[in-house]
Nanobody
Framework: QVQLVESGGGSVQAGGSLRLSCTTS????????MGWFRQGSGKEREGIIV??????APYYADSVKGRFTISQDKNTVYLQMNSLKPEDTAIYYC???????????????????WGQGTQVTVSS
């Protein structure tokens, strides 16, 4: 089992920045793939950043490329969000561990473990 806890969400004006944290615990050695997803009201869950822990470059969705970055310090994974836009408003989730037979890609079905989510609201 892997536990994920997100924090750092909040409200910010357009153009501002936020940093989300995802703290991992449990069988963290089993984490072969991690991702950040978001789900806006009435929308499907969107994979925005996915990283294979084997060392390949992270995947960034076009909607966040150049504005969001992922980093890690020990058992915490960070999502730095800059130049935020109202359309970035969503619940943000971190996810970990690629499901057997699936790729390390930006599809929610590919991941086994999920955090509880943290709300990000960007006002214009």
């Amino acid at each position: 089992q892997v536990q994920l806890v997100e924090s750092g969400g909040g409200s910010v004006q357009a153009g501002g920045s936020l940093r989300l944290s995802c703290t991992t615990s449990g069988y963290t050695y089993s984490i072969n793939c991690m991702g950040w997803f978001r789900q806006g009201s009435g929308k499907e869950r969107e994979g925005i950043i996915v990283v294979y822990t084997g060392g390949s470059a992270p995947y960034y969705a076009d909607s966040v490329k150049g504005r969001f970055t992922i980093s890690q310090d020990k058992n915490t994974v960070y999502l730095q969000m800059n130049s935020l836009k109202p359309e970035d408003t969503a619940i943000y989730y971190c996810a970990a561990v690629r499901r057997g037979g699936y790729s390390c890609g930006p599809a929610a079905a590919n991941f086994i473990y999920w955090g509880q989510g943290t709300q990000v609201t960007v006002s214009s």
